[in-house]
């Protein structure tokens, strides 16, 4: 098997060149996806080789979109959305939020919504507060919604095919910095599936567990390797799917470790990371710790525009090392 | 007891049709009298939003639909799924919080959907359906079916986003998709006076390359024609009709109004254009129906909804125990 390092956009392309083939009812649909490629470049030639009744631009009509996707479930199809960015999905939350996540459980059953609503997540780019966001943590707070953070080309395929298979809405968060970095690990070619609700042990360490998901898993290896040089080794777990979310590895990890930091991009206020400690200090990894549970998190802000503010709002590499050093060092 | 079989014609067309247009648009009148009973005596909790008033519109329409058709409806929904064939006794059930309820007490009155009469489901949201009739249109294309969906909605839910957008996109693309407006004249407490600044709201459709067509909401025969063709230029690729549908609602919005907003005198002019009255004064004239024939349906309509309340409180009440279960459809192995 030759050497295939693809960027996130190529993976997920693939995933779903993959899941057009093998199924009919696969389509998709958004803002500028046909001869344009996306907005990042995610679909890239896809219209070409399946034409424009599968990949189907649509005007800008956020709600419509979604609702129309959510209609087309109901009824047969396995639509796949493109947002061009998570912070428009504001304007289609009546139907991701009321509508596709509800409708299963609120009718007794008889219908289900299989779509996936992939969308360019986070910071980094200049873009500023309306294109920059973070909003998995709203996704993970309505029941009936899967939410996915793949955090490596790798990681995208495989849980972009499993989301296709899955018979419920998943939101599949794509973060916009990964898209055209090569992955480290190898992709193959053909069909295979990472399943939702699993978390992934991504490195072991003997002193400190770091939860993290997308970027930040980028960021915390990162941090981790100048750790290792320190002496400092750090078992990094990446969820995968916040909802469900998959706690075991996290407790089995702190069995070990004893201690604990949990690390997201979004603000901190009500975040995500917040259930993973709430998990922990209530469930049976409590008597383990012997260090205070600690998070770093993006700054209470709306994304700022200058660079240098763009990134003193969210955990960098430098901020994740001097974090971890803390806790290990001062709760020895 | 049985739900009538559907029957697809005009209800001028036979004896039949016209029985059975007036025995369906009875059955509602009187499932929602029952329901307002049932809330009156403390039967059931919640909230609910009468049709009464409104019956010609769901028969009208449905007359016009094969069974493969689908809609979507409204929170104002019980005369759809009756007109589309639901089965009354599963809709008390829901009603009344039961497990054999249409969504096993988890919906109530705003949510029922039927599958297998093609309806894709009531909606809390106001316009929350018509991008989701879209899609089910939109699969219908893609998968061609050749069938046609039906968009419910009042006249309130053509001020919401969800409306344009839909109807944009259903336009843009010709999709088999029939957009019925049901204006009874208030969007809860606000006139249409106060919340467009248009005579008929089928005017609308022009903005978006939708032929627009307003009629009386209240003739059922007027209704099923206006449906019938544009069911027809749907299923032959030309894309959406506009319907609007001026009617009237007797009863409050829901069960706090207190109609502080219209007069009494208002509603009882009203109650004169009653879509029932009307049809049964076609009939006669028609010398299609008799008045023996006329007081028969009436008489089955309520036989029927008594026996749907009788055994619909016979059903088990809804177990909190299967809650978290039926969040997620399982993912088949």
Partial sequence: MSDRKLTMSEALREAMSIA????????????????????????????????????????????????????????????????????????????????????????????????????????????????????????????????????????????????????????????????????TEDVPEGAYRIPLGVSRVVREGKDLTVVATGIMVTRVLAAAAELDKEGINITLIDPRTISPLDMEPVYASLAKTGRLMVVQEAPEHGGFINEVIARVVTGPSLGHLIAPVTRLAGMNVPIPYAPQLEKAAVPQVEDIIKQAREVVVNWR | MTTPALLLGHPLASQENARYALLTMSRIRKFEEAVEDLFGRGMMHGTMHLSIGQEASPVGVCMALNLEDQITSTHRGHGHCIAKGADPVRMVAELLGKENGYCGGRGGSMHIADVETGNLGANGIVGGGIPIAVGAALSSQLMKKGTVVISFFGDGAMNEGAFHEAANLASIWKLPVVFICENNGYGMSSSTELAFNLEKLSDRGLGYGIPGITLDGNDVSAVYEATEAAVKRAKSGEGPTLLEFVTYRWKGHSRSDKNLYRTKEEIDEWKTKDPILHFEHVVVERGLLTEADIAEQHRLATEQVIAAVNEAMKGKPADPAGLLDAVFKKVSA
């Fill in chain 1, 20 to 183: 057009l083939d093998e199924r009919p009812e696969v389509f998709i649909l958004g803002e500028d996806i046909g001869i344009y490629g996306g907005a990042f470049g995610v679909t890239g030639d896809l219209y070409h080789r399946y034409g424009k009744e599968r990949i189907r631009d649509t005007p800008i009509s956020e709600l419509g979109i979604v609702g129309t996707a959510v209609g087309a479930a109901l009824s047969g199809m396995r639509p796949i959305v493109e947002i061009q960015f998570s912070d428009f999905t504001a304007q289609a939350m009546d139907q991701i939020v009321n509508q596709a996540a509800k409708i299963h459980f609120m009718v007794g059953g008889g219908l289900h919504v299989p779509l996936v609503l992939r969308t360019a997540s986070g910071s980094g780019t200049g873009a500023a507060a309306q294109h920059s966001q973070s909003l998995e943590g709203w996704f993970a707070n309505v029941p009936g919604l899967k939410v996915v953070i793949p955090s490596s080309p790798y990681e995208a395929k495989g849980l972009l095919l499993s989301a296709i298979d899955d018979p419920n809405p998943v939101i599949f968060l794509e973060h916009k910095l990964l898209y055209k970095v090569a992955g």
